[in-house]
């Protein structure tokens, strides 16, 4: 199966989207990445400028689009993705036919975004099961629990 995998990297360390992929491509699965935070323009920046920040925002979000059209996955996998707007998935959904799943972690920072995001996605994960419940409160019924594992050959007992 082809899998688009969008999630932050790290060059310094292992990411949870590198452990994804990891045990992705150990079931047979082909990933392809693209990291959600590729900004062009430095955030100490961005973040002074409403311009500059909803220009790069907006390009970012365009390249996800471009590399769904050319590797025509059969899963977006995101991992988070709060740079990402929900008309991107809807259009990615639309134009492409993947099934799109997010596994949003990282709570409470950035539950604000988990909250748009979710509707637009067939399948949403979350780390923690008081964020389900207030996903359900508000009627996002597509949201479900899905805690963090271990991937056995890194998190293992060292002598």
């Known amino acids: 199966m082809k899998i688009l995998l969008c999630a932050s990297s790290n060059p310094r360390f292992i990411e949870l989207g590198g452990y994804v992929e990891r045990a992705l491509n150990a079931l047979g699965h082909r990933c392809e990445n693209f990291d959600f935070r590729q900004f062009i323009v430095p955030s100490v920046i961005r973040y002074r400028s409403h311009f500059l920040n909803k220009w790069d925002l907006n390009r970012l979000n365009r390249s996800l ?13 995101v991992i988070q ?43 949403f994960f979350m780390s923690d099961s008081y964020a389900v419940q207030c996903h359900l409160n508000i009627g996002n019924r597509n949201v479900k629990w899905l805690p963090f594992a271990c991937d056995p050959q890194i998190h293992c007992p060292l002598n």
């Not at 689009?65 to 996998?77: E, G, H, M, S, T």
């Not at 993705?81 to 998935?89: D, S, W, Y």
């Not at 799943?101 to 950035?110: E, L, M, Y």
Request: charged letters at 25%.
């Open 81 to 123: 993705g709060q740079t990402l707007f929900p008309e991107t998935i809807s259009t990615i959904k639309r134009r492409f036919g993947p099934m799109a799943i997010n596994w949003f972690q990282d709570f409470p920072k950035d539950f604000e975004a988990s909250l748009k995001l979710a509707p637009t996605f067939d399948h």
């Open 65 to 77: 689009i471009k590399k769904a059209a050319v590797y025509r996955p059969d899963i977006l996998f």
